[in-house]
T-cell receptor, first 112, second 115 residues
Framework: SQTIHQWPATLVQPVGSPLSLECTVE??????LYWYRQAAGRGLQLLFY??????ISSEVPQNLSASRPQDRQFILSSKKLLLSDSGFYLC???????????FGPGTRLTVL | AQSVTQLDSQVPVFEEAPVELRCNYS??????LFWYVQYPNQGLQLLLK??????LVKGINGFEAEFNKSQTSFHLRKPSVHISDTAEYFC?????????????FGKGTKLSVKP
């Protein structure tokens, strides 16, 4: 069966520091991968999606970037965090040509 | 462009009472529809989905939803809720044929079940 992992579970970082959040999927090949941010009162905002290695699309202009160094690894990064980057970050995957997404446990990021 | 509206941001209900969480969508094409549940500090878990076929869809934990194309709605129902159903519920829509499978989510409805 497929599983999705996110690391770390929680993170507290100072403004201006770098960020790296990791997402890995097991039990499937060539998944579509997604990064979402969930901020209070704003629902889920799609940040990035990827249909393959080095094929990443950004949905909104922001202080963040994403990379996919391996087929089942998706990384969310920032060079300098802002207060507004605080939130709950969710990674998800879906099989190719399907619309059902499966979510990881999330990372709670607090920028102080 | 597609959009999803969850009409109630919060729904309080007593244990063993029925509940309906409302979801309306707008889209110019045929869609797939989903309900997800999120427990505090956890990821989203798929409750049920409508892709095609019967408009009444049954999901996990005793929930069901009915797709109504004429009213562009996909309301979630449960005949008798438990304390453990307290969570936030998200409705989502995806247009058919979207190659990257992007979902548009509503803002969520917080269900609070009281004893």
């Amino acid at each position: 069966s497929q599983t999705i992992h996110q690391w770390p579970a929680t993170l507290v970082q100072p403004v201006g520091s770098p960020l790296s959040l990791e997402c890995t999927v097991e039990g499937t090949s060539n998944p579509n991968l997604y990064w979402y941010r969930q901020a209070a009162g704003r629902g889920l905002q799609l940040l990035f999606y990827s249909i393959g290695i080095d094929q990443i699309s950004s949905e909104v202009p922001q202080n963040l970037s994403a990379s996919r160094p391996q087929d089942r690894q998706f990384i969310l990064s920032s060079k300098k965090l802002l207060l507004s980057d605080s939130g709950f970050y969710l990674c998800a995957w879906s099989a190719v040509s399907t619309d059902t997404q499966y979510f990881g446990p999330g990372t709670r990021l607090t920028v102080l | 462009a597609q959009s999803v509206t969850q009409l109630d941001s919060q729904v309080p209900v007593f244990e063993e009472a029925p509940v309906e969480l409302r979801c309306n969508y707008s889209s110019s094409v045929s869609v797939y529809l989903f309900w997800y549940v999120q427990y505090p500090n956890q990821g989203l878990q798929l409750l049920l989905k409508y892709l095609s076929g019967s408009t009444l869809v049954k999901g996990i934990n005793g929930f069901e939803a009915e797709f109504n194309k004429s009213q562009t709605s996909f309301h979630l129902r449960k005949p008798s809720v438990h304390i453990s159903d307290t969570a936030e519920y998200f409705c989502a829509v995806s247009d058919l044929g979207g190659s990257q499978g992007n979902l548009i989510f509503g803002k969520g409805t917080k269900l609070s079940v009281k004893p």
